[in-house]
């Protein structure tokens, strides 16, 4: 199959919403005490900024007109701080695949387009938040070759 990869445009988010619903659902099955279920998911004005804006880009793969996979990315800077260093990073915020077309090398499209756009950016990591249940996203980034940073950890008080 010939699949297109490309920058979103404004026009494109009708066509994004059901796909970032559909990753949005999985974690509310994931995790229902954090996430609650929405029939839009997907913020107007958040995208139209990333669109418009130099501080982030949305890329989307599709299949005849319709979206089957994107990639919302924001570039971010740490600032210098006694106990830190002045670091310019790409953040990964949403990578989702529809469900029928995972398998197909489209998440591995979308992961280094991201990299050449931190590149393109000056950034000099990739970074991403991936959740404890979301075995098939953790086993994805470690074959793309991430790494943990660091360790979120919780305690549930009732």
């Given at each position: 199959m010939t699949y297109l990869l490309r920058e979103a445009e404004l026009e494109d988010f009708n066509k994004l919403q059901p796909i970032h619903k559909e990753v949005?659902?999985?974690?509310?099955?994931?995790?229902?005490?954090?996430?609650?279920?929405?029939?839009?998911?997907?913020?107007p004005s958040y995208f139209r900024q990333l669109i418009e804006s130099d501080e982030g880009i949305i890329y989307i793969i599709?299949?005849?007109?319709?979206?089957?996979?994107?990639?919302?990315?924001?570039?971010?800077?740490?600032p210098e701080r006694i106990t830190s260093v002045k670091r310019k990073y790409l953040f990964m915020e949403d990578l989702g695949i529809r469900k029928e077309?995972?398998?197909?090398?489209?998440?591995?499209?979308?992961?280094?387009?991201?990299?050449?756009?931190?590149?393109?950016?000056?950034?000099?990591?990739?970074?991403?938040?991936?959740?404890?249940?979301?075995?098939?996203?953790?086993?994805?980034?470690?074959?793309?070759?991430?790494?943990?940073?660091a360790r979120k950890m919780e305690v549930i008080i009732e």
């Open positions: 949005h659902d999985l974690h509310v099955n994931g995790r229902p005490d954090i996430y609650s279920r929405a029939e839009y998911t997907l913020e599709e299949d005849k007109n319709e979206v089957v996979g994107f990639t919302i990315l924001r570039v971010n800077e740490a077309y995972r398998g197909q090398g489209l998440g591995k499209l979308l992961y280094q387009r991201a990299i050449e756009f931190g590149k393109k950016k000056g950034a000099k990591s990739l970074e991403l938040g991936v959740w404890e249940f979301n075995e098939d996203a953790i086993n994805f980034y470690k074959f793309m070759g991430m790494k943990n940073q």
